[in-house]
């Protein structure tokens, strides 16, 4: 490149100055046509770049087409017990829980269904993305206190209850 850049500042230094953005730009487009249709390159056999471009067979894909839908992606949980990904341009966080704390993952996301796998294949976490939330929760059911006393550990607390009696201490 830096020969490049050497070649094109001779070059330029030779043309008539450009007053506007649009001259130098036409400065460069003919350069750019010249340096790879017309010039003759010594390594390739006195031929222009592009002609020797043009005539070598071009590489395509091989073997089974992947839907371009997924992806993966490679990603460290952070202390807190979450990675992040980028999806539909927002940035959300997911939560995967703190025992998994800096444990390298992988992230496999097929639209709004992402799975979180350890390096050795362990799925850790599935989920279906929200796209109204930003924060990706683990799903746990919130704990429901006791309307009475403010416990929040209502099945301890309740110990004497019936079966699916919440509230012991109304009639």
């Not at 094109?8 to 730009?25: F, G, H, S, V």
């Not at 704990?143 to 403010?150: A, D, K, S």
């Amino acid at each position: 490149m830096e020969r490049f850049h050497q070649t094109l500042k001779r070059w330029l230094a030779r043309q008539d100055p450009a007053a506007t953005i649009e001259e130098l730009q036409d400065h460069l487009d003919r350069f750019r046509a010249y340096y790879n249709e017309v010039r003759p390159h010594r390594a390739i056999g006195r031929r222009p770049p592009a002609e020797v471009y043009a005539a070598r067979p071009k590489d395509h894909p091989h073997g089974p087409v992947i839907e371009t839908t997924y992806r993966v992606r490679k990603d460290r949980i952070d202390t807190g017990g979450a990675v992040t990904l980028r999806h539909d341009s927002k940035l959300l966080h997911i939560k995967v829980g703190r025992r998994y704390a800096k444990m390298r993952v992988l992230m496999l996301v097929a639209g709004r269904d992402v799975r979180i796998v350890t390096e050795d294949g362990e799925l850790i976490r599935e989920l279906t993305i929200d796209p109204t939330k930003t924060y990706q929760g683990l799903g746990r059911p919130k704990v429901q206190g006791c309307r009475e006393t403010g416990v929040a550990d209502v099945a301890r607390h309740h110990t004497g209850c019936r079966r699916g009696d919440l509230n012991p201490h109304e009639p």
